[in-house]
């Protein structure tokens, strides 16, 4: 395992055998490198888990969480290489430096709207994190008078 935080605190990429699993914190060479916008994100800190990487053997095969299809792809694709990202990421190929990496994400990350899944995402751990507060400072659920709306219906805890 490899701690690769950046675009959030929780990415966690496993390595087995000749493959390593990298979730979020790579996209596809064509594409680039996943958004820092996020609660925890911050671009430098991706810059240098992407670093932490990319030092894997270059025929380590990298298996994508999800494609976006880059403009001009008409597939998806969800394996690359390490070669591949070092060679041809148009975010943080070779002769990239930090600086340059987190200037062009934080430009970019400011020009992206929410992701359409966000909430659905975000919310059960918003509940979790709640309960989890709520039992440390000994509070009863029931005694904080807040509704939470979601889209599976339930309105309130």
């Known amino acids: 395992m490899l701690h690769s935080p950046g675009?959030?605190?929780a990415c966690l990429p496993y390595v087995v055998g000749d493959a390593a699993f990298v979730g979020d914190t790579l996209f596809?060479?064509?594409y680039g490198t996943a958004r820092c916008d996020f609660l925890g994100g911050n671009a430098r800190t991706l810059y240098r888990s992407i670093q932490k990487v990319l030092t894997l053997p270059e025929q380590m095969r990298l298996f994508?969480?999800?494609d976006y299809k880059a403009p001009g792809r008409d597939t998806f694709q969800h394996e690359t290489s390490v070669a591949e990202q070092i060679n041809?990421?148009?975010h943080v190929h070779k002769g990239i430096s930090e600086d340059e990496f987190?200037?062009?994400?934080?430009?970019?990350?400011?020009?992206?709207?929410?992701?359409?899944l966000i909430i659905p995402?975000?919310?059960?751990?918003?509940?979790?994190?709640?309960?989890r507060y709520l039992l440390?400072?000994?509070m009863a659920l029931s005694t904080?008078?807040?509704?939470?709306?979601f889209s599976n219906g339930l309105s309130a805890i």
Do not use: W
């Open 7 to 9: 675009h959030t605190l």
């Open 28 to 30: 596809m060479p064509d």
């Open 64 to 66: 994508l969480c999800h």
């Open 88 to 90: 041809g990421n148009v």
């Open 102 to 116: 987190v200037k062009m994400r934080t430009e970019r990350d400011a020009t992206l709207g929410m992701p359409r």
């Open 121 to 131: 995402s975000v919310q059960d751990r918003s509940i979790c994190s709640l309960r």
């Open 136 to 138: 440390q400072k000994r």
């Open 144 to 149: 904080l008078n807040c509704r939470l709306f």
